[in-house]
């Protein structure tokens, strides 16, 4: 069973960026205790517990970096996702 399924019914910290309660543990380490790597669903975020406050705890990463998950969808794609082209057309 991998870290993710195995902790499944564990409290995960919130996520430092969008606040999501959604986080998932992804992976520990070798040595038990040592450290254990989160992500969130939303913005592909992750952490490990030994970084910094600033980007393991939500109360202390900077509010100008804070995303809103109802705003992804209207995030600008950047670079932007060129257009497909239909060789059928192209060759006309
Ligand atoms: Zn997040």
Redesign the pocket.
């Known amino acids: 069973m991998d870290a993710m399924n195995n902790h499944a019914a564990e409290s995960h910290p919130s ?6 309660h959604q ?1 998932h543990l992804v992976s520990e380490s070798p040595v038990a205790g040592a450290w254990v790597i989160y992500n ?4 592909f ?1 992750s952490w490990r517990s030994t970084e910094p406050d600033y980007a393991t705890k939500a109360e202390h990463d900077n509010p100008h970096f804070k ?1 809103r ?1 109802e705003d992804i969808p209207t995030f600008a794609q950047i670079p932007a996702i060129p257009l497909r082209t239909v060789l059928s057309q192209a060759c006309d």
């Open positions: 996520c430092p960026r969008c606040d999501s986080t969130s669903p939303f913005g975020y995303i998950v």
